[in-house]
């Protein structure tokens, strides 16, 4: 079975096999950056480390040095959801307002403002000295 075909039928599957699932995925996303490499392929791989936030945005952070993902909005809309899962409200919302700025159709640009606006208010709803981030904006 060809690799990207592979994945698909990975992907299929998922609600079938939820125990192991992120590394397949991951380990297919390997084998096709070996076969066709590129910076997308290499997002993608590092969005499936989803059990792992802190690799995965290691792998992102890492993107922009190879060139090619700076002014790709799905790169820092992934940078900040992996952020935002770590609780580093900060980042989050400076990679969701990168992806927003870099964002035309307005389908996209809604769903970033609305992840954006959720970020924003799970900020404001905390008690005050209790906030996750210093710099957050009351």
């Given at each position: 079975?060809p690799?990207?075909?592979?994945?698909?039928?990975?992907?299929?599957?998922?609600?079938?096999?939820?125990?192991?699932?992120?590394?397949?995925?991951v380990?297919?996303?390997?084998?096709?950056?070996?076969?066709?490499?590129?910076?997308?392929?290499?997002?993608?791989?590092?969005?499936?480390?989803?059990?792992?936030?802190?690799a995965g945005?290691?792998?992102?952070?890492?993107?922009?040095?190879?060139?090619?993902?700076e002014?790709?909005?799905?790169?820092?809309?992934?940078?900040?959801?992996?952020?935002r899962?770590?609780?580093?409200?900060?980042?989050?919302?400076?990679?969701?307002?990168?992806?927003?700025?870099?964002?035309?159709?307005?389908?996209?640009r809604?769903?970033?403002?609305?992840?954006?606006?959720?970020?924003?208010?799970?900020?404001?709803?905390?008690?005050?000295?209790?906030?996750?981030d210093?710099?957050?904006?009351?």
């Amino acid at each position: 079975m060809p690799i990207k075909e592979s994945r698909l039928f990975c992907f299929s599957r998922l609600t079938y096999t939820p125990i192991g699932r992120q590394y397949r995925i991951v380990a297919l996303y390997d084998e096709l950056a070996r076969a066709d490499p590129s910076p997308v392929v290499e997002l993608n791989r590092a969005v499936a480390m989803r059990d792992q936030p802190e690799a995965g945005l290691a792998l992102i952070d890492a993107l922009p040095a190879r060139g090619g993902l700076e002014e790709y909005h799905l790169a820092h809309a992934a940078r900040a959801k992996l952020c935002r899962r770590l609780g580093r409200t900060a980042e989050a919302r400076v990679s969701y307002k990168q992806a927003l700025d870099l964002t035309r159709p307005d389908p996209e640009r809604r769903f970033l403002e609305r992840r954006l606006d959720d970020l924003l208010g799970s900020i404001k709803k905390l008690p005050s000295g209790c906030r996750s981030d210093p710099t957050a904006i009351d």
